[in-house]
């Protein structure tokens, strides 16, 4: 599948990028945190985030040498969540990306320092390309801050651990929890790529409309796969939403109405992408995400 080929190369390069901002073989004394850093950086994963934040810079008509930094640095914030989501404190996750969870393969205590370190990396990678303006760094630096904090994925997980001791948890609600804590980053991926760029409002606008869509499609496709999925294809533990009481989109409309309303955002996203030249790679990349199954 073409597209999967595509995804592969993009991965690769951003790997490749990845492996250059390791703090590994700098014979630390405390090598520890780096070796759990790399462990869960380089543990896979679809790395669409990064994706974003270079396609967007594409296409708006940027070098996306440029967006590689603010690429590399998102995706360290994202595997700093999912480092701290698996705590036993949090989802309490044995397994993420078919490899032992962080805290299991190293220890809780380097577990949380190691996500800690993902969490503050990224801003001295922005401030130190020298690919990108002191005007675009200082934007590109807010948006992730932001994003990162209280009104943005941060924001989402108190509101989904709130959520686990309520007996019911409304659709309204679990919209406001996914727009937070997965659809902000995403978010955020759209708009540096068109900070990268330089580009103009009107195309940060229509970028930031099109993350929102694919963002809740992305965490609702999430949901289906908790159920419908299997350990050995997602990496990850399956059932786990039930065994641990959550409200999904899955359980508030039902399996079928969650399919529809994935493939109605995915719809709007295909569309609000005719606003951008080159988007053959995007729409293709935008209908197998609905369609994925890991």
């Keep these: 599948m073409e597209i999967k080929r595509e995804l592969a190369e993009y991965a690769k390069r951003i790997e490749a990028q990845l492996k250059k901002y390791s703090y ?3 014979n630390l004394n405390q090598q520890i945190v780096s070796e759990a850093m790399d462990y869960s950086l380089e543990a896979g994963g679809k790395r669409i985030r990064p ?6 810079c594409r296409m708006c008509g940027g070098d996306t040498e440029a967006a590689l930094a603010p690429a590399c640095a998102l995706e360290m914030i ?11 404190c949090m989802d309490n996750d044995d397994f993420r990306r078919g490899k032992p969870s962080c805290h299991k393969q190293f220890g809780e205590a ?8 993902l969490a503050v990396r990224p801003f001295e990678i922005i401030a130190q390309s020298d690919k990108l303006d002191d005007s675009k760094k200082v934007k590109i630096v807010s948006e992730l801050a932001y994003s990162t904090g209280v009104c943005g994925m941060i924001g989402g997980q108190i509101i989904d ?3 686990e001791t309520k007996e019911h948890v409304d659709e309204e ?6 727009a937070l804590k997965t659809g902000a980053l995403i978010k955020t991926a759209s708009k540096i790529g068109c900070i990268a760029a330089g580009a103009d409002e009107e195309k940060t606008a229509l970028a930031v409309k099109y993350a929102e869509c694919i963002g809740l499609a992305f965490q609702i496709v999430d949901d289906i796969l908790d159920v419908t999925g299997s350990t050995e294809v997602i990496g990850k533990p399956v059932g786990s939403d039930e065994e641990q009481h959550k409200t999904t989109f899955v359980t508030v409309a039902g ?3 969650a399919k529809a309303e994935a493939k109605r955002l995915t719809d709007n996203a295909v569309k ?5 030249e080159n988007n053959e790679f995007m729409k293709e990349l935008t209908e197998f995400l609905l369609s994925r199954n890991y």
């Excluded at 380097?110 to 370190?117: E, H, I, R, S």
């Excluded at 609000?272 to 951008?276: E, I, K, R």
């Design 24 to 26: 590994c073989g700098m």
């Design 51 to 56: 994706i974003l934040v270079m396609e967007f």
């Design 78 to 88: 994202h595997t700093f969540s999912l480092i701290h989501d698996d705590l036993p």
């Design 110 to 117: 380097v577990a949380v320092l190691a996500g800690d370190a």
């Design 161 to 163: 651990m709130e959520n």
């Design 173 to 178: 609600n679990l919209r406001e929890m996914y």
């Design 255 to 257: 399996l079928d109405n």
């Design 272 to 276: 609000l992408l005719d606003n951008f």
